[in-house]
């Protein structure tokens, strides 16, 4: 995410799912730029040459080529695409999962304190599990701070960096989106319905993100922040909660 003042695109914090989109983006802009220069080219040489070809308007063998080359780039397009599709859609097996909750005009962020899955003698109900409620700081102390304006939040989520993690989206009243842009992560939160979403970022950072989606007279003060934090830290994070 870009910030005030910034004159770069801010750095995306991604794994190899990650790589493979700009890969792929580099990929469609090749192609795009190819394309362009090549019809541009044929339409200067047909606007400015002086010769002429009578045979150029009722040419069954070009009509032909100029069907079948788009048809083999857009199929070209087409198989990386599902292959990413196919990849983001892919969960894993996930190490810690936690639960956003979007609230008119708030995060709420559910999980449970160990990291494994429970094995049969342990019941669910001796999980510990525990509730952030996350707001939108107020403005002085964020400029006393010198954080980020309609960014920062009083409470920010905490996870550990490096890990395969999943996030189950949901929402408690209207449509909400849970963004996070250095994650090219984005999915809606939908009352009702809990939406799944693969996660992992491949170095400790401070990601921000904000509502997506338009959910009332505030939704420009829904900001989402997950401070990514190295395991071993995160763990005395988890024991530390009471």
């Known amino acids: 995410m ?3 003042g910034s004159r770069y695109f801010g750095d995306i914090v991604h794994g190899e799912l ?29 606007l400015l040459t002086k010769f002429s070809y009578r045979h150029f308007l009722n040419r069954q ?10 048809m083999f780039l857009l199929v070209g397009l087409w198989f990386p695409s599902m292959i990413n599709l196919y990849y983001m859609e892919e969960v894993k097996r996930p190490r810690w999962n936690f639960k956003a909750i979007g609230k008119q005009w708030y995060w709420s962020y559910e999980f449970c304190r160990n990291l494994d899955t429970p094995t049969a ?53 209207v449509l909400h989106s849970f963004a996070l842009p250095k994650l090219l992560l984005k999915v809606d939160a939908i009352p009702g319905r809990i939406n799944r979403l693969p996660m992992k970022a491949s170095q400790c950072s401070i990601i921000y993100g904000q509502c997506s989606e338009i959910c009332g007279v505030n939704h420009s003060f829904m900001p989402i922040v997950i401070e990514f934090i190295p395991e071993k830290y ?6 530390a909660l009471n």
């Open 2 to 4: 870009s910030f005030y």
């Open 18 to 46: 990650g790589k493979d989109l700009f890969r792929y983006h580099g990929f469609v802009m090749m192609v795009a730029v190819a394309v362009l220069v090549f019809v541009m080219y044929m339409g200067c040489v047909i």
């Open 61 to 70: 063998r070009l009509e032909f080529w100029w069907t079948i080359v788009p």
């Open 121 to 173: 003698s342990e019941s669910a109900e001796s999980i510990s599990c525990y509730t952030i409620d996350s707001y939108m700081e107020d403005q002085q102390e964020t400029f006393s701070k010198g954080g980020y304006r309609l960014l920062d939040v009083d409470n920010r989520m905490v996870a550990p960096a490096d890990v395969q993690m999943t996030a189950f989206v949901s929402s408690s009243d």
């Open 234 to 239: 995160f763990v005395m994070w988890l024991e």
